[in-house]
């Protein structure tokens, strides 16, 4: 198995909080994780698609009071989201640390309900595929996580047909069945063809009018579309940023598939060649790049993107308190900044950024630019 980086988090929340909630999408390694928590902790695994462990619960309370010396693990939560109330009243009565750990797929009102009821009492975590620091930052690594993804079963595939194939065969999955189970009635038909639609303007401005006359849908339809993918962790909205800098700034989100992977089955791109041939290459890597970025940010980091009407540009600015820090990502060897960039760092009051390119060395590029690789970059965002 390898070790996933949110782990020694998880821990440290378990010996904090009466309950401890993983978020994240189907087929992530949610449950595998928990498996591994379960060998080092005295723990009872319950899975809601198993109808033994559901007919544990239907007298939630005797059963759980019952192994109220154990930690409770409870995979798939969002099946039975009555038992939110029943752990507020259990914990209330016994604030013990590291009683339960809550496994979830992300539904629209899943973390609602379960902050409603859970609030003061729980800490949330989400586990995203697998990272680059996760499976060893080697060049051969970096290229096969960026083209097959991070999902455990598509990265770790035999080759990269078998693991375009078990792509495939997810997205038909979680539209046919996983948006169905979560309590979303949607076509699934139209909502690939949305998906499709969006994974060809990945990192562009959203905007609804455009894609829903394309698809011969509503602007609010083709945003319910899009706040459900993001709802289940496909797609990431990178909202602008806004400041009173006097400066006309976008006002639009940008919107990016949260996997490579996904992104280029819908693409249709199965091999590194067709990858480095196709026209959204660039788009591609600035996204799977975003995305790692996000990830490592320090906890509490906002994510924005500044954008101003006169051409000035960062694609990613993360910010927590007085701290800003400006991303710049380029695909290529030779990476080349333009004026925008600077401008866009004036504006913002910055004297540096970053530029994450497709090679290993670091070097400054300018005065105000320093460029590095994805290993080097979320190595130190955390700093």
């Given amino acids: 198995m390898i070790p996933r980086r949110i782990a020694p988090r998880l821990g440290e929340s378990l010996d904090q909080f009466p309950i401890v909630a993983l978020l994240g999408s189907r087929q992530v390694g949610k449950s595998t994780l928990a498996r591994v928590i379960a060998k080092e902790r005295e723990a009872v695994f319950l899975d809601l698609e198993r109808p033994s462990d559901v007919a544990k619960l239907r007298d939630a309370e005797i059963f759980l009071n019952s192994v109220a010396d154990k930690l409770v693990i409870i995979d798939e939560v969002q099946r039975s989201r009555e038992l939110f109330p029943q752990l507020r009243v259990l914990v209330d009565n016994d604030r013990r640390p590291g009683r339960f750990l809550l496994l979830g ?6 973390r609602r309900q379960s902050a409603e009821s859970l ?12 990272t680059l620091d996760e499976i060893g930052a080697t060049p051969e690594n970096q290229q096969r996580l960026w083209l097959r993804g991070g999902y455990p079963s598509s990265y770790l595939a035999s080759s990269d047909l078998a693991s375009a194939r078990w792509r495939e065969a997810y997205i038909r999955t979680f539209l046919e069945r996983d948006i169905p189970q979560l309590g979303m009635r949607l076509p699934a038909e139209h909502l690939r063809r949305f998906w499709t639609m969006l994974a060809h303007l990945h990192g562009q401005l959203w905007n609804s009018s455009q894609l829903a006359r394309n698809l011969g849908i509503s602007p609010p339809t083709a945003r319910h579309y899009l706040d459900v993918l993001s709802d289940t962790f496909m797609v990431r909205i990178l909202p602008p940023h806004h400041a009173n800098l006097g400066k006309r700034l976008v006002k639009s989100p940008k919107a990016y598939l949260r996997d490579s992977g996904l992104l280029h089955s819908l693409l249709g791109i199965t ?10 290459v660039g788009a591609s890597w600035e996204g799977f790049v975003i995305e790692h970025l996000i990830g490592h940010a320090t906890e509490g980091s906002r994510a924005s993107f500044y954008r101003t009407s ?10 927590r308190g007085a701290q800003v820090n400006a991303w710049e990502v380029k695909f290529g060897l030779a990476p080349r900044i333009t004026r925008g960039y600077h401008e866009a760092l004036r504006d913002m009051d910055l004297t540096s950024g970053k530029v994450v390119y497709s090679g290993t060395d670091g070097y400054a590029m300018a005065s105000d630019a320093q460029a590095t690789g994805l290993a080097g970059a979320i190595s130190g965002s955390e700093s």
């Fill in 105 to 110: 797929s992300a539904s629209p009102d899943l």
């Fill in 119 to 130: 609030a003061g009492r729980v800490e949330y975590h989400e586990l995203t595929p697998f």
């Fill in 271 to 280: 091999r590194l060649e067709d990858l480095l041939a196709h026209p959204a």
């Fill in 310 to 319: 006169t051409g000035a540009e960062l694609d990613l600015l993360l910010e």
